[in-house]
């Protein structure tokens, strides 16, 4: 039987769930520019990919291994604005299936909330 590793883990969920070949990552939010007043959906999308990036690497994968990827924005008017950022960070040989849906978030700050699932090396 494979063994299921889970790293990060706090008292309701992990951050991450290795199993087999694939990683499999909570929904990552800002946590420090959702506090900013007038910060952007770009500025907290950045914030977002930077702890994909970093989690992603630390189960032994990377942006370019993401096998799907579920964006959930606080209002549709940012999807613009979601993608500039989005094309700037996804690896554009290997761009991932997506879905993109507006949802409430549990953060009234928070613009989105990103799901990622991915190949190991």
């Given at each position: 039987?494979?063994?299921?590793?889970?790293?990060?883990?706090?008292?309701?969920?992990?951050?991450?769930?290795?199993y087999?070949?694939?990683?499999?990552?909570?929904?990552?939010?800002?946590?420090?520019?959702?506090?900013?007043?007038?910060?952007?959906?770009?500025?907290?999308?950045q914030?977002?990919?930077?702890?994909?990036?970093?989690?992603?690497?630390?189960a032994?994968?990377?942006?370019?291994?993401?096998?799907?990827?579920?964006?959930?924005?606080?209002?549709?008017?940012?999807?613009?604005?979601?993608?500039?950022?989005?094309?700037?960070?996804?690896?554009?040989?290997?761009?991932?299936?997506?879905?993109?849906?507006?949802?409430?978030?549990?953060?009234?700050?928070?613009?989105?909330?990103?799901?990622?699932?991915?190949?190991i090396?």
């Amino acid at each position: 039987m494979s063994e299921i590793k889970r790293l990060h883990v706090g008292k309701c969920y992990c951050d991450v769930t290795i199993y087999r070949d694939v990683v499999y990552l909570a929904g990552q939010v800002p946590r420090h520019s959702a506090d900013e007043q007038g910060s952007d959906i770009g500025v907290q999308a950045q914030e977002v990919f930077a702890q994909i990036d970093a989690l992603l690497t630390e189960a032994g994968s990377d942006k370019h291994r993401i096998l799907s990827c579920q964006i959930f924005l606080a209002s549709m008017a940012d999807y613009d604005g979601f993608n500039q950022a989005w094309r700037a960070w996804v690896s554009p040989r290997n761009p991932p299936p997506r879905a993109t849906v507006q949802a409430q978030l549990a953060n009234p700050d928070w613009k989105l909330e990103i799901v990622i699932t991915a190949a190991i090396y």
